[in-house]
């Protein structure tokens, strides 16, 4: 099977939040890791900032958003990206 590489234009949030997210492929990171580290530890407490950019994200590099293959949702805990070999098979 042919692999299919396309370019996507992503805000520089964007660009944070799936960094980090891909550098911990495999594994959840918490709600609080992702504040710290994309906008920073004074912002601990705005989940709903990690929701809409999780949402835009998914907009943007998942064929199905309702339906995500790379961003999972850990109910209550945060979020897993699912490596590229995983999501793949």
Excluded: C
Excluded at 17 to 45: C, D, K
């Amino acid at each position: 099977m042919a692999r299919q590489w396309w370019i996507v234009a992503l805000r520089p949030t964007e660009y944070r939040l799936l960094y980090h997210l891909m550098q911990h492929a495999g594994r959840t990171l918490s709600f609080e890791a992702i504040l710290a580290r994309v906008w920073g530890p004074e912002y601990r407490n705005e989940t709903q900032y990690v929701h809409l950019y999780i949402t835009y994200l998914r907009q943007k590099i998942e064929e199905d958003p309702s339906h995500p293959r790379y961003i999972h949702t850990k109910r209550g805990v945060g979020y897993q990206f699912q490596s590229l070999t995983a999501a793949a098979a």
